[in-house]
C-alpha cells in the first residue's frame, strides 16, 4: 500500500506546488502482532542565498550593460579625441556641434592692426569658412570609433572674407590706408570724344588680411596683431572701359544724320550731335550713352525744308520698241517728308544703342522723263538723210551713198559702234576699184559689216552717189548726228 502524508502546516494538500510528497512502498508480509508507525520524509527546501545572488546580478548587470551600449552608440557619432580643425579642439563633440563651434570662434577672432592699432574681428570682416563641411569631413575621416584617428594632426580651414564688408570695417577702422580713386571720364573736346584716363587710390590689401587671419586661426589664437600691406584700389569705371565708349560714341558722329535710303540727306555736324549726347558711368563701372530728345528737336523741326522737293524731269533716247538707249538728262525723284512726331525720341534711343543712322519716314514721287525715239533714215532714191524723233523729221540733208558697182545695202540696221577717226583701205590684186587709202576719216558709225554713216572731205557732191558703199557727208553734218545717235539707235536705208 501505498501512504501520503503531508506537512502539519500546509493549507492543502490538494496544492501540488504548496507541499512536497514522501512515498514509503511495503511488501505485502505475514500479519504482525504489533503495529508499526508510517515513515515520514519531507523535501528539503530551496535555499534561499541562491536566489539573492541571482536578483543581485539583474540588478547590477543592467545598467553596466547600459553604460557599454551607450559608449558603442556614442563612438559611432562622435569625432575622435584630440581633434582640431582651424585651431579649434572638436574631438568628443558631434559634427552638429562642432560645426558651431567652428563658426563662434572665427567669428570672435581679433585682429590688431599693426601695433597699437584698432581692432576688428571675424565678424567685423564677414569672415567664412565652410564650417559644416569641415566638421562632416573631420567626423568622415575621424569618427571616435577609429582609434587609430586620435589626436590626428590639425585640420586646416580655408577662409574667405567678404569683400564689400571686410573693405567697410578696414576703411572705418583704420581710414588713413585709404585714398579714393578717380574713375576715368568721358567728355567732347570740341571735335572728338576724348577720355581722362582713371587714377588708382590705395587700400588695405584683403588677400593679406586672409592669409594673416588663417594663419591666426589655425594656431589657436583667439587675438592677433597683423601687418597692415597697402595695396592700389582701382576706380570701378577704368580707362580701357572709358575708351572704348569714347570709340563708339566718335563712330556715331562719323556719319550721324538723317537718312532717306543711303542718302545722308540731313547731315549733323560733330558738335551739334555731341551736344546731344551725355557719356556716364554706372556704379558697376559700365559707361553708357544717352541722348536728350529735347536737344534733337529743333533739327527734327527743320526736316521738312531739308528733304522736301519736287520731282526733277529726265530725258532717255530710246529705239524703235522703247529700249532705253541713252539718258540725255538725269531724272530726280521727289519726296515729301512722312510723320516725324516721334523722330526726336525715337532717335535719341537709337543713339543710345549706338546706331547714329536715322531712316526718315518719305513718299516718293518719281520723275517724268521725256522720251525720244530716234531713228536715222536715208533715201537712196533721192540721196538723202533725215534725222526723226519720235516719227517726226527735225533735220535732214543731202548724202552720197554707194555707186553702181558697190552699192548701199538697204534694210533695218542698228549702230554698232563709233569711230571719230580711221584710215579707211582696200586692196584688191585683181580690180583696182577696190585699192584705195583714204586716212583722216572722221565721225564714223558703223551700222552693216563695213559699211558707215561717216564724214566725207575730199569731194563736195553731195546729193549724188560716190562712195563704195558708205553712206557720206559733210564732217559737220556727220558730227551732228555721231554726237545725237547712241549705238544701238536705229538707222533705215531704202530706196
Same mark, same amino acid.
Given at each position: 500500500?501505498?501512504d501520503?502524508?503531508?506537512?502539519p502546516?500546509?493549507?492543502?494538500?490538494?496544492d501540488p506546488?504548496?507541499? /512536497?510528497?514522501?512515498?514509503t512502498?511495503?511488501e !505485502?508480509?505475514?500479519?504482525? #502482532? /504489533?503495529?508499526q508507525?508510517?515513515t515520514?520524509?519531507?523535501?528539503?527546501?530551496e535555499?534561499a542565498?541562491?536566489? /539573492?545572488r541571482?536578483r543581485?546580478w539583474?540588478?547590477i548587470?543592467v545598467p553596466v550593460?547600459?553604460v557599454?551600449?551607450? =559608449?558603442v552608440?556614442?563612438s559611432l557619432v562622435l569625432?575622435?579625441?584630440?581633434t582640431?580643425?582651424a585651431g @579649434?579642439?572638436?574631438?568628443?563633440?558631434?559634427?552638429?556641434?562642432?560645426?558651431?563651434a567652428i563658426?563662434?570662434?572665427?567669428?570672435q577672432?581679433?585682429?590688431t592692426l599693426?601695433d597699437?592699432? !584698432?581692432?576688428?574681428?571675424? +565678424?567685423?570682416l564677414?569672415?567664412?569658412?565652410?564650417?559644416q563641411?569641415?566638421?562632416d569631413s573631420?567626423?568622415?575621416d575621424r569618427p571616435?570609433w577609429?582609434l587609430?584617428?586620435?589626436f590626428?594632426e590639425?585640420?586646416?580651414?580655408?577662409i574667405?572674407l567678404d569683400?564689400?564688408?571686410? /573693405?567697410?570695417?578696414?576703411r572705418?577702422?583704420?581710414?588713413?590706408?585709404?585714398?579714393?580713386?578717380?574713375a576715368? $571720364?568721358?567728355?567732347f573736346n570740341?571735335?572728338?570724344?576724348?577720355v581722362?584716363?582713371a587714377?588708382?587710390g590705395?587700400?588695405?590689401d584683403l588677400?593679406?588680411?586672409?592669409?594673416q587671419?588663417?594663419?591666426?586661426?589655425?594656431?589657436g589664437?583667439q587675438?592677433? #596683431?597683423?601687418t597692415?600691406?597697402?595695396?592700389?584700389?582701382?576706380p570701378?569705371a577704368?580707362?580701357?572701359?572709358?575708351?572704348?565708349?569714347?570709340?563708339?560714341?566718335?563712330a556715331?558722329l562719323?556719319n550721324?544724320?538723317f537718312?532717306v535710303?543711303?542718302?545722308?540727306?540731313v547731315?549733323?555736324?560733330a558738335a551739334?550731335?555731341a551736344g546731344?549726347?551725355? @557719356?556716364?558711368?554706372?556704379a558697376?563701372?559700365?559707361?553708357t550713352?544717352?541722348?536728350d530728345?529735347? *536737344?534733337?528737336?529743333p533739327t527734327?523741326?527743320a526736316l521738312?525744308?531739308?528733304?522736301?522737293?519736287? !520731282?526733277?524731269?529726265g530725258a532717255v533716247?530710246?529705239?524703235?520698241?522703247?529700249t532705253v538707249l541713252e539718258? $540725255?538728262t538725269?531724272?530726280?525723284d521727289?519726296? $515729301?517728308?512722312g510723320?516725324?512726331? #516721334?523722330?526726336?525720341?525715337?532717335f =535719341?534711343?537709337?543713339l543710345?544703342?549706338? &546706331?547714329?543712322?536715322?531712316?526718315?519716314p @518719305?513718299?516718293v514721287?518719281?520723275p517724268?522723263m521725256a522720251?525720244?525715239a530716234?531713228?536715222?533714215?536715208v533715201?537712196?532714191?533721192?540721196q538723202?538723210?533725215?534725222? *526723226?524723233e519720235?516719227?517726226?523729221v527735225? %533735220?535732214?540733208?543731202p548724202?552720197?551713198?554707194?555707186v553702181?558697182?558697190?552699192?548701199t545695202t538697204?534694210?533695218?540696221?542698228t549702230?554698232q559702234s563709233?569711230?571719230d577717226?580711221?584710215?579707211m583701205?582696200?586692196s584688191?590684186a585683181?580690180?583696182?576699184?577696190?585699192?584705195?587709202? @583714204?586716212?583722216?576719216?572722221?565721225?564714223?558709225?558703223?551700222?552693216y559689216?563695213?559699211?558707215a554713216?561717216h564724214?566725207?572731205?575730199w569731194h563736195? %557732191?553731195?546729193?549724188?552717189?560716190?562712195?563704195h558703199?558708205?553712206?557720206?557727208?559733210p564732217?559737220?553734218? +556727220?558730227?551732228q548726228?555721231?554726237?545725237w545717235m547712241? &549705238?544701238?539707235?536705229?538707222?533705215?536705208?531704202?530706196?
Open positions: 500500500m501505498t501520503v502524508a503531508t506537512k502546516d500546509a493549507e492543502g494538500a490538494s506546488s504548496s507541499s /512536497t510528497l514522501a512515498t512502498t511495503q !505485502p508480509s505475514a500479519p504482525a #502482532t /504489533t503495529a508507525a508510517p515520514v520524509q519531507w523535501a528539503p527546501a535555499p542565498a541562491k536566489k /539573492t541571482k543581485l539583474l540588478w548587470g550593460a547600459l557599454a551600449a551607450g =559608449a552608440a556614442a569625432i575622435a579625441p584630440g582640431s580643425v @579649434v579642439p572638436v574631438g568628443l563633440q558631434t559634427s552638429g556641434a562642432a560645426t558651431d563658426d563662434q570662434r572665427l567669428a577672432a581679433t585682429l599693426g597699437g592699432g !584698432p581692432t576688428v574681428t571675424g +565678424a567685423d564677414g569672415a567664412t569658412v565652410d564650417a563641411a569641415l566638421a573631420a567626423f568622415g571616435m577609429n587609430t584617428q586620435w590626428g590639425p585640420i586646416d580651414a580655408p574667405t569683400e564689400e564688408k571686410a /573693405t567697410a570695417a578696414l572705418e577702422a583704420l581710414p588713413s590706408a585709404y585714398t579714393e580713386p578717380t576715368a $571720364t568721358v567728355a570740341g571735335t572728338s570724344f576724348v581722362t584716363p587714377v588708382a590705395t587700400g588695405i588677400d593679406s588680411i586672409t592669409r587671419l588663417h594663419d591666426a586661426f589655425a594656431s589664437a587675438a592677433s #596683431t597683423v597692415v600691406d597697402e595695396t592700389s584700389v582701382e570701378v577704368d580707362t580701357a572701359a572709358a575708351q572704348k565708349a569714347a570709340d563708339g560714341a566718335n556715331m562719323a550721324v544724320g537718312y535710303g543711303d542718302e545722308r540727306t547731315p549733323v555736324d551739334t550731335a546731344w549726347l551725355t @557719356v556716364t558711368s554706372d558697376s563701372g559700365a559707361f550713352v544717352t541722348a530728345p529735347a *536737344k534733337i528737336q527734327v523741326d521738312a525744308a531739308a528733304v522736301n522737293r519736287p !520731282p526733277v524731269n533716247i530710246t529705239d524703235a520698241e522703247g539718258t $540725255t538725269p531724272g530726280a521727289g519726296r $515729301t517728308l510723320d516725324v512726331s #516721334t523722330a526726336a525720341s525715337d =535719341a534711343k537709337q543710345g544703342q549706338g &546706331n547714329g543712322v536715322y531712316e526718315l @518719305v513718299q514721287t518719281p517724268a522720251t525720244s530716234r531713228m536715222i533714215e533715201d537712196l532714191g533721192d538723202m538723210l533725215y534725222m *526723226k519720235n516719227g517726226a527735225v %533735220d535732214s540733208w548724202i552720197s551713198s554707194g553702181a558697182e558697190s552699192p538697204t534694210g533695218h540696221f549702230v563709233h569711230y577717226v580711221q584710215t583701205t582696200s584688191s585683181t580690180d583696182d576699184y577696190w585699192n584705195y587709202d @583714204v586716212p583722216n576719216v572722221q565721225w564714223i558709225m558703223y551700222y559689216g563695213g559699211e554713216l564724214g566725207v572731205y563736195n %557732191d553731195f546729193g549724188n552717189p560716190r562712195s558703199g558708205c553712206v557720206g557727208m564732217n559737220w553734218r +556727220a558730227k548726228i555721231y554726237d547712241p &549705238n544701238g539707235g536705229d538707222v533705215w536705208i531704202h530706196e
